[in-house]
Nanobody, 120 residues
Framework: EVQFVESGGGLVQPGGSLRLSCTAS????????IGWFRQAPGKEREEVSC????????YYGDSVKDRFTISRDDAKNTVYLHMNSLKPEDTGVYYC?????????????WGQGIQVTVSS
């Protein structure tokens, strides 16, 4: 069973910074990605960023490019999302995600989510 420990959310003023952490455990996948999705009230869940644990390749959604940076600690199987220049539209519940590649498909596992609120 994949288990998640998410931390780092909270309330921050516009222009501020936060760092989210996600430690995933309980699995032994050969090829997988760890990342973050978010969901604002009344909106669909969107992918924010992810990182391939095998080689460190990173992906960013268009709305967060140049503001967010994702990094990993292989020894801890932990991924960090460094969020800078936060905007009110970054508000939402952020979900850590582990995606396991299974042949040509992906199998998703989700954390419980953590609230990020950007407001003055």
């Amino acid at each position: 069973e994949v288990q998640f420990v998410e931390s780092g959310g909270g309330l921050v003023q516009p222009g501020g910074s936060l760092r989210l952490s996600c430690t995933a455990s309980g699995f032994n996948f050969d090829d997988y990605v760890i990342g973050w999705f978010r969901q604002a009230p009344g909106k669909e869940r969107e992918e924010v960023s992810c990182i391939y644990m095998s080689d460190g390749r990173a992906y960013y959604g268009d709305s967060v490019k140049d503001r967010f940076t994702i990094s990993r600690d292989d020894a801890k199987n932990t991924v960090y999302l460094h969020m800078n220049s936060l905007k009110p539209e970054d508000t939402g519940v952020y979900y850590c995600n582990v995606s396991e590649r299974v042949r040509s498909d992906w199998r998703d596992y989700w954390g419980q989510g953590i609230q990020v609120t950007v407001s003055s």
